[in-house]
T-cell receptor, first 117, second 113 residues
Framework: AQTVTQSQPEMSVQEAETVTLSCTYD???????LFWYKQPPSRQMILVIR??????QNATENRFSVNFQKAAKSFSLKISDSQLGDTAMYFCAFTLLIYNQGGKLIFGQGTELSVKP | KAGVTQTPRYLIKTRGQQVTLSCSPI?????VSWYQQTPGQGLQFLFE???????NKGNFPGRFSGRQFSNSRSEMNVSTLELGDSALYLCASSGPSGSYEQFFGPGTRLTVL
């Protein structure tokens, strides 16, 4: 069975500082995509960053970057220069690159991040 | 390009009733996935439709069903509602085959009394 574990239910960070959210996952498959989504209080789910498992280079999107360790099945998210608008629930997720599994995201339980002024 | 839309945004039903939720994907997207979000169980996959066919299904009872129309719009139906069906129901669409990013709608908040 495929699972995603986020071990930090809540985190807080001061504005302008850096924070890292942890995620581990378990799958016996070798081809998959990993994602971080954020869900602010509005409940709108927004894609933050994507990582293809076959790529060794870590993905980066502006202030957001990941540390992808495939052998360890670890996929952490680093947020640099945290802003108040980053306050949200963050979900780690993955999907298998198999035709009839591509539409299924498996989510972790989420990490609630608070950015304090 | 317009995003994913879901209607209605809020619903209140009573136990035993049935409900239909609607999802319109991003133009050109052919895959629609549905998720249930609750505080206790988190985000759980319900099913996915692609080109009017259910391609994948999660571990939900048969009371949960869905369909997809030729214009890719999708509906999900829950029959014989139970209190535990109270949840935020999210739908997401994704693009051409090989594109695995899912774009989410704002959700439908269902409350069962």
């Amino acid at each position: 069975a495929q699972t995603v574990t986020q071990s930090q239910p809540e985190m807080s960070v001061q504005e302008a500082e850096t924070v890292t959210l942890s995620c581990t996952y378990d799958t016996s498959e070798s081809n998959y995509y990993l994602f971080w989504y954020k869900q602010p209080p509005s409940r709108q789910m927004i894609l933050v960053i994507r990582q293809e498992a076959y790529k060794q280079q870590n993905a980066t999107e502006n202030r957001f970057s990941v540390n992808f360790q495939k052998a360890a099945k670890s996929f952490s998210l680093k947020i640099s220069d945290s802003q108040l608008g980053d306050t949200a629930m963050y979900f780690c997720a993955f999907t298998l690159l198999i035709y009839n599994q591509g539409g299924k995201l498996i989510f972790g339980q989420g990490t609630e991040l608070s950015v304090k002024p | 390009k317009a995003g994913v839309t879901q209607t209605p945004r809020y619903l209140i039903k009573t136990r035993g009733q049935q409900v239909t939720l609607s999802c319109s994907p991003i133009s050109g997207h052919r895959s629609v996935s549905w998720y249930q979000q609750t505080p206790g169980q988190g985000l759980q996959f319900l099913f996915e439709y692609f080109s009017e066919t259910q391609r994948n299904k999660g571990n939900f009872p048969g009371r949960f069903s869905g369909r997809q129309f030729s214009n890719s719009r999708s509906e999900m139906n829950v029959s014989t509602l139970e209190l535990g069906d109270s949840a935020l129901y999210l739908c997401a669409s994704s693009g051409p085959s090989g594109s695995y990013e899912q774009f989410f709608g704002p959700g439908t908040r269902l409350t069962v009394l």
